[in-house]
């Protein structure tokens, strides 16, 4: 299963002009002359800066998505994905959302101590907790900083609920936290799979694992009674959209009960950079691409309206979404609904409370 992966996602680094970023522009001459005077640039690293919020519980009142609270262990993400709507949160630390997004991270090792204060607080009131809405809590740094393992052991010591969204197989690694909490009705997981095709995926989200290695996760956490759903996110029109049916059978084959889709997002900073990675890897129909997009978003790149932003528009949004209810059909996907329990939380340990 061996994968040959371009080094990065984003083939730009433009700053933001949204914020306090200052503005530059490359000089011609220069780009001309720099190899012969200063060599061969060195290859990109990844740097993690830590991170000391005051919270870590995210909260939200969008009503067309399924959670209220989440936590993000991480900020940017070296996956790379070419699509990430997260990636204009970059510009908030002035920061390119291109390279600078999966390259320059932050890190939050103190997010399980947060959580347990939090948590403690009288009055807390319990829903399911969600990781992964942002940036992915299995992203390679995951590895030796084990951020989200540590939230992960407060949720399942309290019994609270709580859903994964991931395009990672490194979820396996914490089953044995996950499995229990599973059991009790406390846990689900969502992969994200965006396309089968190992070409494609090594482009549209080169540093994330290789599809078959999610498919072989799935297997595993369905094996071990942990629900799982597939997410297929994004659809990109004329690149993946024709693997729809393909994706829901091997998510059912894998053992996955709920599947769900979302046609692709460029919101701000995440269209020009997603142009010119059409413009690289896909000039034969960039042009088809982007028409597409139009016609799913009201004639823009991005649509951000309530509801809509999630499912798309116009004859394009009604044929995918009738795709896939077909393809969920044939294959027993979305028959029945996964409800998380709220009611066996019990507060932690600690000054902020006791457990009862």
């Known amino acids: 299963m061996k994968q040959v992966r371009p080094v990065r996602g984003a083939t730009r680094n433009d700053e933001s002009r949204r914020f306090n970023m200052p503005q530059t522009e490359a000089d011609g001459d220069w780009?001309?002359?720099?190899?012969?005077?200063?060599?061969?640039?060195?290859?990109?690293?990844?740097t993690v800066t830590v991170e000391t919020p005051r919270t870590i519980i995210s909260r939200n009142a969008s009503p067309d998505v399924p959670f209220d609270?989440?936590?993000?262990?991480?900020?940017?993400?070296?996956?790379?994905?070419?699509?990430?709507?997260?990636?204009?949160?970059?510009?908030?630390?002035?920061?390119?959302?291109?390279?600078?997004?999966?390259?320059?991270?932050f890190a939050k090792p103190s997010a399980a101590t947060l959580l347990r204060a939090e948590l403690g607080k009288p009055g807390y009131a319990v829903a399911p907790m969600a990781l992964g809405t942002n940036t992915d809590p299995y992203q390679p740094i995951e590895s030796d900083w084990r951020i989200t393992r540590g939230i992960i052991e407060v949720l399942s010591e309290t019994n609270h609920p709580l859903t994964i969204t991931?395009?990672?197989?490194?979820?396996?690694?914490?089953?044995?936290?996950?499995?229990?909490?599973?059991?009790?009705?406390?846990?689900?997981?969502?992969?994200?799979?965006?396309?089968?095709?190992?070409?494609?995926?090594?482009?549209?989200?080169?540093?994330?694992p290789h599809p078959e290695r999610r498919l072989a996760a799935v297997r595993k956490l369905a094996d071990a009674g942990v629900p799982v759903y597939v997410s297929i996110a994004p659809v990109i029109p004329a690149i993946t959209?024709?693997?729809?049916?393909?994706?829901?059978?091997?998510a059912a084959e894998a053992g996955a009960t709920r599947a769900f889709f979302i046609p692709v997002r460029l919101p701000h900073e995440v269209a020009p950079l997603f142009?010119?990675?059409?413009?690289?890897?896909?000039?034969?129909?960039?042009?088809?691409?982007?028409?597409?997009i139009a016609s799913l978003r009201g004639g823009r790149d991005n649509d951000p309206n309530f509801f809509t932003r999630m499912k798309g528009q116009g004859p394009w949004a009604e044929l995918l979404g009738t795709r896939f209810r077909i393809?969920?059909?044939?294959?027993?996907?979305?028959?029945?609904?996964?409800?998380?329990?709220?009611?066996?939380?019990?507060?932690?340990?600690?000054p902020q409370g006791e457990l009862f």
């Open 31 to 46: 780009l001309d002359m720099r190899e012969g005077i200063d060599g061969i640039a060195p290859r990109l690293r990844t």
């Open 69 to 105: 609270r989440s936590i993000n262990p991480y900020r940017g993400c070296e996956h790379g994905c070419i699509y990430c709507f997260a990636r204009p949160s970059h510009a908030f630390h002035d920061l390119s959302p291109g390279l600078d997004f999966e390259s320059k991270l």
């Open 166 to 208: 991931t395009k990672s197989d490194r979820v396996v690694r914490d089953l044995d936290l996950l499995a229990p909490m599973a059991a009790k009705g406390l846990a689900t997981v969502a992969m994200s799979i965006t396309s089968l095709d190992p070409k494609v995926a090594s482009t549209v989200e080169p540093r994330a």
């Open 241 to 250: 959209d024709h693997e729809i049916e393909h994706l829901i059978a091997r």
């Open 275 to 292: 142009r010119s990675w059409l413009d690289a890897h896909f000039p034969d129909r960039a042009g088809k691409v982007m028409a597409t």
């Open 327 to 350: 393809a969920c059909g044939k294959h027993g996907l979305n028959q029945e609904r996964i409800t998380l329990r709220s009611d066996l939380f019990r507060a932690p340990r600690g």
